[in-house]
Structure formats: C-alpha cells, structure tokens
C-alpha cells in the first residue's frame, strides 16, 4: 500500500483507489497513466479506431470488410483505373498474398473529338489551311502521370531549360558549332520534341502491361461500372460489354482537366491535349494560375514559340508561401517573358475566320475593363473534377462529396467497406503521383494482411516545375501564424543568387524561407521547422531531402549547427540562414 500510495502520486492519480492501475511506458521510460481497466479498454479502442480524424488513432483494422478468402467472385480485387494508384495496389496485392486481380484501365478521349482548333506556326500557315482538325486525345496504361501528366511536363520543362542554358553558355565560353551571325537566338522543333516524347511515353505504357503480365494482374482495358455490390459492368472500345465480379474494389479513377463553362470553351485545349498537340502552340493564352497552368506557361515561354499571356482570376498559386511565389512570378515575367494577367476571368472565346482564337477577358463582376486578344491557342488549367457518376455509384447508395465531387473515405476505405479509394478521387487527399503510389501499397497491403501502415498525409513535399522551380513542404508562413498563432512563429529568409548565374548580366533572385515554431521540447525552447519554401532552379531536388529531416522533427538548431552544407550548392543555402522575418534585417545574401 506504501508503494502503491507513492506510485500514484507519482504517475499523477492521487485518487486511483482500483486495481489495475494502468500506465503507458513512453519511449524515454516516462509513464503516462492511463486508468483502470475500461479506461485502457476505451484507450485501446482510439488507438486502434480507424477513424482519421481521431489524432490517437495509429492502426487500422484490417478486413473489417468481413474478407472471405473463400468467396466464389471472378477477382479477390479489381482496381478500376490504372494510373499511378491503380497500377501500384494492384502490383502489390499480388506481391501481398491475393490470388485474382485484376486493373481496369479505359481512357475516355478529350472532348476535342469533333472540334477544330487554329493552326499557329507561322510556318504551317502560310503552306496549308489554317484550320487543322485534331482528335480528342486518348492514351495509354499509366493514367495522368505518365501520358499527361508529370513525365511529358517535366521532359518539355527541360527542353526550355535547356534552350536557357544553350543561351547563357557563350558567358562559359561556348559557341555555336556552325555560328551564323544573323541567328540571335535558337530554333526549337515543338514536332522533335513532342515526337521524342509520345515515343518514350510509348514505351513506358509498354513496360507497364509487361510488368502487369509478369507479375501475374490481368489487365483489362475497359470501362468499368457498378451494377451490384460486388458486379461491374465493362465495356471495351467497341462497345461490347460483359460482367466481372470481385470481394474488394479500389477505385482508382482519378480526374480530368475541369472544363470551361464560357461561351466557346470548346475551342480551349487542355492538358490532356498540349503534350500531344500536332502543331506548335504559337501565341498562347492559359486560363488559371495554378500548378499546371504555371508550369505550361513556363515550358510553353521556354521554348519560344510566341508570346504567352496568363489569365489569372485571383493570385498566381494562391494555397502556397505568397512572399516565395512572388519569386517565381517576378522570373516568369522578367525573365521567361510571360505576361500575368491579373484579376481577370475569362468570358468568351470566339474563333475567328483566320482561325486564331479571339478571347476575351476581365473582372468577374464587371465588364468595364474588357479586353479581347488573339491568340493561336488557348489551354485551360483551371483545376481538375473526378467523373463519378461514370462509376454508377450512386446505384450502390456511395455519393460524391458535394464540393469536390470525390470519395469521401477513412483509411482510404469508403462507407461500403468492401470499396476503397486511393489517389486523386479521394477528398481532402493530395493531388500528387507519388501520394497515390503509397496509398495504394499500403492499402493493398493491409487489405491481404501483410501490414497496418497508414500514409502519413501530413508534410509531403511538391514543386511547382516553373521555370524558376519552387520546392515546398509543410505549412507556409501564413498558415503556420494561423495554427500556432503569430507569436509562436517566424521565418528565416535568404535571398541569393546561384552561383552558376554569377556570370550573367543582371541574374534573377532565388529565395528560401524557413518557417519556425517556438516550442518547447524536453523542458528546452526549441525553433521547430514546420514549412520550407525555396524558389530556385533545382528546388525539386533539393527540397525532397529536407522533407526527410522535418518528417524527423527537423530543429532550427540542428539545421544550422549541426547540420554541415554542401559547397558550393544551392541546398546549403538552408544552412546558412541567418535573417529572421522578425528582424527586419535585409535577407539579401553577400559573398559566399
Ligand atoms: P490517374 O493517374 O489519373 O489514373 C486514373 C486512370 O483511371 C486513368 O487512366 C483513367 O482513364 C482511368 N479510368 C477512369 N475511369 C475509369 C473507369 N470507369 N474504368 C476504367 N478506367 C477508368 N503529380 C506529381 O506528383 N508531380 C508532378 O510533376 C505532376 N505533374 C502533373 C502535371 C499535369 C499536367 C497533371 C494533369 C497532373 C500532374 N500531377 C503531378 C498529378 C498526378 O498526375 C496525379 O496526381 C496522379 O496521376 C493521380 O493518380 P491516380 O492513380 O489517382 O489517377
Ligand atoms: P490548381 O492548382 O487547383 O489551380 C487551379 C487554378 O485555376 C487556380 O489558379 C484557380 O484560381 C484557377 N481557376 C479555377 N477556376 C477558374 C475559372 N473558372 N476561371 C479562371 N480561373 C480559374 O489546379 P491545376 O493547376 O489544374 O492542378 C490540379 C492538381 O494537379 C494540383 O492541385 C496538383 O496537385 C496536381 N499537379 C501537380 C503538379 C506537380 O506536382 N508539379 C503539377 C501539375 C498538377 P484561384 O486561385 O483564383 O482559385
């Protein structure tokens, strides 16, 4: 009694008079009490609640889909959409145990079907008409990412870079092999780069149907609908159509360009088409000012097939750190020579009989201010919709959520436990390839028994590809003051210049910032990193490595005493931070 009196006070229960009296041992040996045995019986339930909401809960229950290995279903599991998710879970659920799976992957053609849209290299025009009917583009297994998405846009993002350092390579000493005195500047093929890079694009949906063979997932390329519980409807490409059945389903299905709702919105191209176009773009006007409205105006400006003219309704990127987009802005107008339009929507495109497009654009609300241009094509960005009624869910009685139009999903398990969502059609998740990837592992691991982690959605790393690259992860500044409060946070910025653009005349500013919370760990005040930003070429390389550490509890202290930078790179930039926002110094760095 004597020592249970005196362990009481010590764990901080007084007045626990019943046994058992239950602690939690903490990693460093210190005891968190629980209570009696229904208080650790309901502490037990959270932790192990697969409810995300719930910050205890770490595990989630697997097969609470009553999962029978001795069903009579066609499939143990079919994922439909074989795109970055689809692909990966259904890989990993054969790696994981299940014996019949199946990915569906059918991809429905961009609406440009029957629609013409204008011709614009100044070449063509004057040898063929100026009207060239394109096909709604369709493609192959892989999903967004690797037709669409990520791998073309990086590869053309290159192709501009390229162009700017062929530019500044006679500052290193470097010339033309065949100089040409009348040449100013390069000539860039939009048809050789836009071939090489269907081809390889090519042989990556090749790769993926060998490794879906090898690895022994039956892939279908059909149209996959809901007709039961366990029944979907396919229909391949000529329309004929059977049932399969299966226990489990993934819904990979992802999303597609949003499109216009303005008068003419049918001659705009989207993503889904400028990677492919038969034609080089010309003067282009992108609508939006997000990630791929960006980036396409960058590569786009790059390659320097005309002018580029961003409409942009609110801000450009505006969920991300404002003071480090600003410079990426400031080098997309002042060095790749794009022009932000801001503050402005557009109204009506109109095709003209040259066959340029004529649109235009202003304020939402008023029409005072309109201005209409030309432009040879226009590609719209303005975000991406999920097409569920497609699935024939809504027969199973699963709605869409009404905002975002996508699955709500615990654990990426929806409210029929036997179907689950991963990636892009999942509400709330990150629109981001390598987020799909793991959902999609873990799920299919945790669906055959082989494992009970959940993805981590916080902190993940992403970079906007625009011509200055803008790496980021965790909060930005303005959202880390709203969840901790501005007296608990600040910001170390370094304003800098690559050393590799020290030869230039006038090179731009690169930026990084490091958002802090003050803290308390171990008794001891602390400067937790909870947000890094950097505008800089590179920044894709270099920001993914520093995600590591904050996932690790990155300090301020360890970033800038213990951590020893590479010389002379631009990651080490971060570990020389000295300015703090607060300060008021001037962040623009000097020397080395
Ligand atoms: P998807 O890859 O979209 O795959 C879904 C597949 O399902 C598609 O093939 C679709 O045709 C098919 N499908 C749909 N309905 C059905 C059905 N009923 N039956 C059968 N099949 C169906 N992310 C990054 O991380 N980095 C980047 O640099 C990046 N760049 C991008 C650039 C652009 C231009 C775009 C558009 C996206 C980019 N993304 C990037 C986002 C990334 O591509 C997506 O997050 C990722 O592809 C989502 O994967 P998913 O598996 O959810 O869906
Ligand atoms: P996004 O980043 O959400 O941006 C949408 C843009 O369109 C915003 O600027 C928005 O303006 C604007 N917009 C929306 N409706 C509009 C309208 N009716 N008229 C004019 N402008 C309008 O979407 P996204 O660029 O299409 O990209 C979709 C997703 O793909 C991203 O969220 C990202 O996750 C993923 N992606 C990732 C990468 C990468 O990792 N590098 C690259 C490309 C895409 P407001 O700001 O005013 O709302």
Redesign the pocket.
């Known amino acids: 009694m004597e020592w249970l009196a005196g362990f009481r006070d010590s764990v901080g229960a007084p007045d626990h008079k019943t046994s058992p009296i239950v602690c939690f041992v903490n990693p460093d040996n210190s005891l968190k009490y629980l209570g009696g045995r229904d208080d650790t019986l309901a502490w037990c339930r959270r932790i192990l609640s697969t409810d995300s909401s719930n910050d205890e809960a770490t595990v989630a229950v697997p097969n609470v889909d009553a999962w029978n290995a001795q069903h009579t279903f066609d499939y143990d599991l079919v994922v ?9 879970c259904s890989k990993e659920a054969k790696k994981a145990g299940a014996t019949k799976v199946a990915v ?5 053609p961009s609406p440009l079907g029957t629609k013409s849209i204008s011709m614009c290299s100044s070449v063509f025009t004057h040898l063929v008409s100026h009207v060239l009917y394109i096909k709604g583009s369709k ?1 192959g ?10 791998i ?3 590869l053309m993002h290159y192709a501009a870079l390229l162009g700017d350092y062929a530019q500044e390579s006679g500052k290193f000493g470097w010339q033309a092999p065949t100089p040409d005195t009348s040449a100013t500047t390069l000539q860039h093929s939009w048809d050789t780069l836009r071939d090489n890079v269907q081809d390889h694009i090519k042989g990556i949906n090749f790769g993926y149907r060998v490794e879906l063979r090898e690895q022994g997932v039956t892939y279908l390329n ?4 809901f007709v039961g519980p366990n029944t979907l409807e ?1 229909t391949d490409a000529k329309g004929k159509t059977a049932t399969i059945t299966a226990a489990r389903f993934v819904i ?6 949003t499109p216009l709702s303005i008068p003419g919105a049918e001659l705009a191209i989207s ?2 088409d ?2 492919s176009l038969p034609h080089a773009p010309g003067k282009t006007c992108v609508i939006g000012a997000g ?2 409205a960006l ?2 105006a960058g590569f786009l400006a790059g390659l320097k097939q005309g002018a580029v003219d961003v409409l942009v309704r609110s801000t450009p990127l505006r969920t991300f750190d404002q003071d480090t987009v600003g410079y990426v802005s400031s080098h997309l107008r002042d060095h790749a020579g794009v022009q932000l339009i801001e503050g402005v929507v557009p109204k009506s495109i109109v095709k003209l009989p040259s066959g340029r497009l004529s649109v235009t654009f202003g304020k939402a609300q008023s029409t005072a201010e309109d201005r209409t241009e030309e432009y040879d094509t226009v590609l719209s ?1 303005t975000g ?1 919709t999920p ?1 569920l009624q ?2 024939g869910l809504d027969t199973l009685g699963l709605t869409a959520h009404p905002e975002s139009g996508k699955l709500v999903t615990t654990n990426e398990q929806t409210t029929i436990p036997h179907i689950y969502a ?5 509400h709330g998740g ?8 793991l959902a ?1 592992k873990l799920l299919a691991r945790r669906l055959f028994g082989q494992g009970t982690d959940l993805v981590d959605y916080k902190n993940i790393a ?2 906007v ?1 625009t011509p200055l690259e803008l790496g980021t992860v965790g909060y930005s500044e303005a959202d880390a003051i709203e969840a901790f409060g501005a007296e608990n946070v600040d910001a170390y910025v370094s304003q800098f210049v690559p050393l590799e653009w020290t030869l230039q005349e006038n090179p731009p500013n690169c930026f990084a910032k490091v958002v802090i919370r003050k803290t308390q760990q171990r008794g001891k005040d602390v400067e937790l990193v909870v947000g890094i930003h950097i505008a800089s070429p590179h920044a894709s390389e270099i920001v993914q490595g520093y995600a590591l550490a904050m996932k690790q509890g990155l300090t301020m202290q360890t970033l800038l005493n213990e951590t020893i930078g590479i010389h002379p790179t631009i990651g080490e930039e971060l570990t020389l931070m000295k300015v703090t926002k607060s300060s008021s110094a001037s962040f623009k760095k000097t020397g080395c």
């Open positions: 439909i959409g074989g795109g970055s998710g689809g692909l990966a569906l992957d059918y991809v429905k493609w297994l892989g999903g967004t990412c690797v037709n669409v998405g990520c073309p846009k990086k059909k149209l996959g609908k396919v990979a299905t992802g999303g597609r360009p993503s889904d400028i990677f990630y791929i980036e396409c960005a991406r097409d497609a699935l991963i990636g892009d059609i999942v990150l629109e981001l390839t390598p987020v799909a990837i999609g992403s970079v590809f």
